[in-house]
């Protein structure tokens, strides 16, 4: 069964950074790209950003572009994401998701980023 | 960006019953490739999102088939023949179609 956790969400202050891991297992990794998504308390869900397969090409939600990095290690069966300069709109729970043609199949538990002074 | 718009935004149904949930896109999401990229998620708290339908009506494996959807171009519609106590949560439609992929705003099903 194809797993995705995520890990490294906390309580940061604004103008803060934070890198979320996502670590898979048991599907071929390098065959797919992956992504992030987010869900801010009691809104709707938000796509973030997507990664290709090598990590040679990246995207970014407009609201985060310059601020988040998506990379991933392939060696590590992982994706992560670097969020610098947080802001109180970053609050959410932030998922990883597996990509195929025009959906995420697979997603992860979540984590919880709280920006708050 | 394409804008999708999901309507009702809350739908109480009755065990047994029936839920529909309408899902329009601002423009077609006809991939050039021929695929229309429209799929249904649901959301459960604590619960990763679960994958329901991809391509308008293909069931995502252990989805029930309670499960449908159907559609075409910038109108869409997931169904549930008949709803089970699992079921309640909120349903998201997303189109896939080009980046940023984007989503409606959710339907929050819940027992009478």
């Known amino acids: 069964e194809v797993q995705l956790v995520e890990s490294g969400g906390d309580l940061v202050q604004p103008g803060g950074s934070l890198r979320l891991s996502c670590a898979a297992s048991d599907f071929t990794f390098t065959a797919y790209w992956m992504t992030w998504v987010r869900q801010a308390p009691g809104k709707g869900l938000e796509w973030v950003a997507t990664?290709?397969?090598?990590?040679?090409?990246?995207y970014y939600a407009d609201s985060v572009k310059g601020r988040f990095t998506i990379s991933r290690d392939n060696a590590k069966n992982s994706v992560f994401l670097q969020m610098n300069s947080l802001r109180a709109e970053d609050t959410a729970v932030y998922y990883c998701?597996?990509?195929?043609?025009?959906?995420?199949?697979?997603w992860g538990q979540g984590s919880l980023v709280t920006v708050s002074s | 960006d394409i804008v999708v718009t999901q309507t009702p935004l809350s739908s109480p149904v009755t065990l047994g019953q029936p839920a529909s949930i309408s899902c329009r896109s601002s423009q077609s999401l006809v991939h050039r490739d021929g695929n229309t990229y429209l799929s249904w998620l649901h959301l459960r708290p604590g619960q990763p999102p679960r994958l329901l339908i991809d391509k308008i009506s293909n069931r995502f494996s252990g989805v029930p088939d309670r499960f449908s959807g159907s559609g075409a171009g910038t109108d869409f519609t997931l169904k549930i023949s008949r709803v089970e106590a699992e079921d309640v949560g909120v349903y998201y439609c997303m189109q896939g179609k080009q980046l940023p992929w984007t989503f409606g705003q959710g339907t929050k099903v819940e027992i009478k």
């Open positions: 998701g597996r990509v195929v043609p025009g959906a995420g199949d697979y």
């Open positions: 990664i290709d397969y090598d990590g040679s090409a990246t």
